[in-house]
């Protein structure tokens, strides 16, 4: 992967003043040149031992790793060597990116092969290709369509979690008093591990004898409180749990927002005479859109991964009305060894969740600028 | 206007009212504040207030201590953190602090390789435009970005195979790049808005001042963008402190963390609440200290990036 | 047995800090006892008597036993190593000790127990704690990539086909046999329990089996007896011996009160335990559809076909469906830690299977409001039993048909094939799982908190647990109950074949699913389990699992 740095569409114009002298640019070739073939070589040697066909070799990868490393370095620096400023902007990517592609290159490809395998942990043959058997089973497999469908309620739950988070944002931005107070104690529920939130709230608040929201509920007037009795209460139960600890996270992102907006609009639309509500809906709304936008996303990326707190507290139970995909699989995974489908299904969930955050993104970028232009226009 | 001239013309009923709708105003305002701060903090009151409950306080609800129970150290002498057993030897003790020092170490390590690496590669794709073979900068941006979608349990095994090839099983190291790579995304994500949002006529100033790229980006840009880094450094800290699925799976015995630890609280027996309480209040007492003392930071540092 | 006892005592009684005050060292021991055995040193206890000076670490009702009583037991019952090892004979030995991590429990006890076997004998143990949630994923995915990374494994017997099947473990030695008296164990854990092919790997530290926990008040309730018979129900007002009664029982208990509460007759889990919650429908069945004459209850041996579908576990889920009305409010979300610990203890519920810990904190947990109102037994018997070889209920000459559900077949210490190659951290290691499993070390453990239950003969000495601090009336019914169980000639005993907890796991799904009412009928859900049950022996290989399953029965 060569970089090579296009000026045109820079933002940042800089003077580019190389003077490439040949050897310089000669001393870059060989050092990547000399870097590529250690690695490779050391790389081919160890395959070759690993296979046993021959007896020099290392006890493990790990000096093919020093190797990927000293590669590494060797393709910065003869970056820099080779093609001068422009190798130096390259130095700001490169280093995230051959760390990124080095720690997904494999777990993708081979995860890609199990997916395609019949592996169950416990059976004493190790994976077998068994071609579109797990895609078959995929197809006729009720738990995971189910567990897809609930992902649908759950993302949709967002709505209502952007709207809670937006309103407290709002209530944070206003002239109060003990704003830090208030804002550390927005804050908190966001810091704490899910597995915790799982025991301490999920089991020990929730337990309906003892339980102080049992309590209250029953103060309340709800003689029996049950909140995983019913399918629906289940899963209204879960959504309140990670809303609980995610709704401070878009809090922030909105109140960053509203606290950057610029001040003479809120008070031109304050001298306009304009009702609270008709600023908000008018003048605060449309310009919070695009950070409200990257809320949702990152929202939505997140809940996406919702297991945590299924696993610990209902196991997808009553009957499935729980079940995320995540914790599906991890049951599948987990708790059947059964690799190769489970791997399966995870790969498919991660190119439905690719193909449908990019479609968002695009609807919205789409959206965006046709709300922009109109605006302007 | 309306308001401006209504303040000359004050008569007694209109100014009452005026004060009456204000002060209602305030009380919401302050209702809703207040109720959302017992939602937000009911649940670490009840995990601290429970560390301290012996079964039957437990099992009757009680809510505060020395009104309707009294505290006992009950939940912290079993993980050897209480009074009388803190000068005791504590094989309980020993296995929490060599969990939390593991935590320590490879949530700070990780958290602050990320923002290394993410800062770069978000300054970057915020000022110069790149092409990696097909990929331009938005397709890189969102390359780094769909780590973030992953779901975990697809690279679980391959995971455990790398790692036993590489010899990085139960090593900080491994779990470290690992986590590395989880919060990546993220701090990208919230570094290039902080870049986007830094005139790019700063840096041509520095630059015709005689600093280089790097040189304008380590004086100029970075101090300006600190405070984003520190809210993104924050979140990266709290998702790798809080992991469970790698940790359970790839450390055993050198590098084990305290989820696994938390987790484990629970068995064949039912569970102790006020043990499990005590460890839970202090695997986020951390964060919750974090969250105290840097809070300011973290609106501070997304205030830049966003809106634009 | 379980830590509330302890700690409510413990809250009673004199600080235990100023009782321990100024004792330093083994020796003074027996004086912080204050049992008046302050002449007993444990030189003159090596002659043969440590048990009961053992049983008085700490001492019933001086608070829970923490780290230093565990060093102590083990320091006083490390005797039995000494005579096959001597001191320092492994230094520089390192083992690796993979374990569960429960509170106070499992892993916690091995560091304390270990610690002086460790000093006297030189080597080092390195801990490997997991989750209980975690412990088979772990184990499988150590196996299936050899990354084996343990000598020393904490292990229940359902995943001896996994370990033993695949020759993943050390034989037993001769002399590590005779430290820890294997005679002594009850019937049920001698082989093949803990063998394969002919040979022996497993030290057991722990027995299990479910039993039958009843509210003696319920059924002495005068109103109730009243009510039963006004309601023309057959028989008299008594403890059910048979799930036929267990289940009118539990339907004629349907909203009527009990004091001020609700009452409850039979408690079901309706909720998965990863894996666990299945033995809960097992003890249900097992009497339909274990027959005296038949070895095979779950799968046939032969063609490893699932017996789930059959008319007596299909019988047994009915029952379940058949009482769903009548358990407590949220029971979809019961898992049976709920309904041992928060709701049987708790006073919900009149009966409930489950395994012995609940007789240990009946009496002792705080938690525990049912206190001198239980009583146990071995599980109900059915009054007739499916034979499935002809297909037919018989009604057996005998009498009801009982059929002990011996869940997970408790725990037992392994030691890892990596460490043959070495002979030195081959002994050491044998010798730590000895020493963890000793005979008196084991007394101990099943009198005291340790998430382990009674397992040798010589745990059923009535007068030791007296002296340790228990009631006479209450412990022997206890034991009585585990004893018959333990010793039962048809007790059902679970195949030890590689991945049964998939089995197992998959099938809470589809049950979850069948309480939940998503299918027509238990048949049909039960075809379910059936159906997923033959794709995962298809897909570990069914004739290996055969031939396994064949091994484990000793054939």
């Not at chain 2, 094989?91 to 993410?118: D, P, Y």
């Not at chain 3, 009843?214 to 006004?230: C, L, S």
Request: net charge neutral; charged share 20%; with cysteine.
């Amino acid at each position: 992967m060569a970089a090579t740095g296009q000026s045109e569409g820079d933002q940042l114009h800089t003077v580019v003043s190389d003077h490439m002298s040949p050897r310089r640019i000669l001393t870059g070739r060989l050092l990547i040149r000399f870097a590529t073939l250690v690695l490779f070589a050391m790389a081919i040697v160890q395959a070759l031992h690993q296979s046993g066909r021959i007896s020099l070799g290392f006890e493990n990868w790990r000096p093919v790793l020093y190797a990927y490393l000293f590669w590494a370095v060797a393709m910065g620096v003869s970056q820099v060597l080779i093609r001068g400023e422009q190798g130096k902007r390259a130095l700001f990517v490169l280093p995230a990116a051959l760390f990124v592609g080095s720690m997904v290159i494999f777990p993708l490809l081979f995860g890609l092969y199990i997916s395609f395998t019949d592996w169950n942990l416990a059976s004493p043959t190790g994976p077998k290709f068994n071609g579109l058997d797990n895609v078959r089973q995929m197809l006729g497999d009720p738990f995971y369509w189910n567990a897809l469908k609930n992902m649908v309620y759950y993302v949709l739950a967002i709505s209502v979690e952007y709207a809670i988070a937006f309103g407290l944002a709002l209530l944070l931005n206003a002239e109060i008093r003990a704003r830090k107070f208030f804002r550390v104690a927005f804050l908190l529920p966001l810091m704490l591990s899910p597995v915790a939130v799982s025991w301490m709230v999920g089991k020990s608040m929730l337990e309906i004898r003892f339980g102080p929201v049992a309590s209250l509920a029953r103060f309340l007037g709800w003689d029996s409180p049950s909140f995983f009795g019913t399918p629906e209460i289940a899963r209204l139960t879960i959504m309140v749990m990670d809303a609980w600890t995610f709704i401070p996270f878009m809090m922030i992102m909105l109140l960053a927002g509203l606290q950057a907006l610029p001040k003479d609009v809120l008070e031109a639309a304050k001298i306009d005479g304009a009702k609270a509500w008709q600023s908000f809906w008018q003048v605060i709304f449309p310009l919070m859109l695009p950070v409200s936008i990257t809320a949702v996303i990152i929202r939505i990326i997140f809940k996406l991964k919702l297991a945590d707190i299924i696993i610990n507290v209902t196991s997808g139970g009553p009957g499935g009305a729980t079940d995320s995909v995540t914790s599906f699989i991890f049951r599948e995974y987990r708790d059947r060894s059964n690799v190769g489908y489970g791997t399966l299904l995870a790969m498919v969930y991660l190119v439905v969740i690719v193909i449908f955050v990019t479609t968002l993104l695009s609807v919205v970028n789409r959206w965006m600028r046709g709300v922009n232009e109109g605006r302007t226009g | 206007m309306s308001d401006a001239t209504a303040q000359i013309f004050l008569d007694t009923d209109r100014d009452l009212a005026f004060r009456a709708k204000w002060y209602t105003g305030r009380a919401l305002i302050y209702g809703a504040l207040i109720f959302w701060a017992v939602i937000s903090l009911f649940p670490i009151y009840w995990t601290v207030t429970t560390s301290f409950k012996v079964a039957a306080d437990v099992m009757q609800g009680n809510l505060i201590p020395w009104v309707d129970f009294q505290p006992r150290w009950l939940g912290w002498r079993t993980l050897g953190l209480s009074p009388d057993s803190i000068f005791e030897t504590s094989t309980v003790r020993e296995e929490f602090l060599k969990r939390f020092m593991n935590s320590v170490i490879i949530s700070l390590s990780a958290s602050l390789l990320a923002a290394v690496l993410g800062s770069l590669a978000a300054y970057g794709l915020s000022r110069f435009s790149y092409r990696f073979g097909f990929m331009k900068n938005s397709d890189i941006s969102f390359f780094f970005l769909s780590q973030l979608i992953l779901p975990p349990v697809a690279l679980a095994l391959p995971f455990l195979v790398l790692y036993k090839e590489l010899d990085l099983l139960d090593s900080r190291i491994g779990i470290i790049l690992l986590y590395t790579l989880m919060v990546l995304p993220l701090v990208i994500w919230i570094m290039r808005d902080q870049f986007k949002a830094i005139p790019v006529e700063l840096e041509e100033a520095a630059m015709v001042d005689g600093l280089s790229v790097w040189g304008s980006f380590v004086q100029i840009v970075l101090p300006i963008a600190l405070p984003g880094l520190v809210a993104a450094f924050i979140l990266s800290l709290v998702l790798t402190w809080n992991e469970y699925f790698f940790a359970a799976l790839l450390t055993s015995t050198d590098a084990k963390t305290l989820p696994v630890m938390v987790a484990s609280q629970t068995g064949s027996q039912g569970i102790n609440w006020w043990s499990m309480a005590a460890l839970s209040g202090a695997a986020i007492a951390p964060l919750v200290v974090i969250g105290i003392v840097l809070e300011r930071y973290i609106i501070k540092g997304m205030a830049a990036g966003a809106g634009k | 047995m379980k830590t509330e006892v302890f700690d409510r005592l413990m809250a009673a009684q004199v600080n235990r800090r100023t009782m321990l005050k100024g004792a330093a060292g083994a020796g003074a021991i027996a004086t912080a006892t204050a049992a008046g055995l302050g002449g007993i040193t444990r030189s003159a206890s090596a002659q043969g008597n440590i048990r009961p000076e053992m049983l008085r670490i700490p001492g019933v009702g001086v608070g829970s036993p923490t780290d230093r009583d565990w060093q102590k037991v083990g320091a006083l019952t490390l005797d039995a190593t000494k005579k096959n090892v001597a001191s320092g004979e492994f230094a520089g030995v390192e083992l690796t000790f993979l374990g569960l991590n429960n509170q106070n429990l499992h892993n916690f006890l091995f560091r304390g127990f270990l610690k002086p076997w460790e000093a006297y004998t030189g080597a080092k143990i390195n801990w490997i704690d997991l989750a209980q949630a975690d412990y088979n994923a772990r184990l499988q995915q150590s196996i299936a990539t050899s990354t084996v990374d343990f000598d020393i494994i904490e292990m229940g017997a359902p995943f001896e086909g996994d370990v033993l099947g695949k020759g993943l473990a050390s034989e037993m030695p001769a002399w590590a046999r005779d430290q820890i008296d294997m005679d002594d164990y009850v019937d049920y854990l001698k082989a093949p329990v803990g063998t394969w092919g002919g040979k022996t790997y497993r030290v057991s530290i722990d027995g299990d089996c479910h039993n039958f926990n009843y509210r003696t008040d319920y059924f002495e309730n005068e109103e109730f007896a009243a009510a039963w018979k006004a309601e023309g129900n057959e028989g008299p007002w008594e403890v059910p011996k048979t799930w036929q009664k267990v289940q009118a029982v539990t339907k004629f208990l349907k909203g009527k009160k009990f004091g001020r509460f609700d009452a409850n007759g039979y408690l079901d889990p309706l909720k998965g335990w990863g894996g666990f919650g299945f033995y809960f429908l097992g003890s249900r069945a097992t009497a339909y559809a274990k027959h005296p004459d038949d070895k095979d209850w779950l799968f046939d041996a032969d063609t490893m076909k699932p017996r789930i579908n059959n008319p007596a576990w299909v019988r047994a889920i009915q029952d379940v469906l058949d009482v769903l009305d009548a358990q407590p409010a949220d029971q979809i979300n019961a898992d049976p830690g709920t309904t041992g610990f928060q709701q049987f203890l708790a006073g919900t519920g009149s009966m409930l299977s489950w395994w012995g810990d609940i007789g240990s904190n009946a009496k002792t947990s705080d938690s525990s409001v049912v206190g001198d109102d239980v009583a146990f037994s071995i599980l109900p018997g059915s009054d007739d039993v499916y034979n499935a070889k002809t297909g037919k209920w018989d009604t057996l000459a005998s009498g009801p048909n009982y059929a002990p559900n011996m869940a997970y077949i408790g725990w037992g210490i392994y030691v890892m094939a990596r460490v043959d190659s070495d002979a030195k951290k081959k002994k050491a290691a044998w010798s730590a799982a000895a020493h963890v499993g000793g005979k008196d070390i084991s007394l101990w453990t099943a009198a005291y908190p340790s998430g382990f239950q009674p397992y040798r003969s010589s745990h059923f000495d009535i007068p030791e647990w007296v002296g340790a601090g228990y009631d006479g009336d209450f412990i022997s019914n206890y034991l009585a109950s585990q004893l018959d169980s333990y010793n039962h000639p048809n007790a059902a005993i679970e195949p030890r074949i590689p991945g049964i907890f998939q089995y197992y796991s998959v099938a809470e799904d589809e049950l979850a699913k069948i309480y939940a009412g998503k299918y027509s009928s238990a048949q049909e859900g039960a075809d379910r389990i059936a159906a997923a049950w033959d794709k995962i022996t298809d897909q570990i290989g069914r004739k290996g699992q055969i031939e396994l399953y064949k091994a484990s029965q000793g054939a």
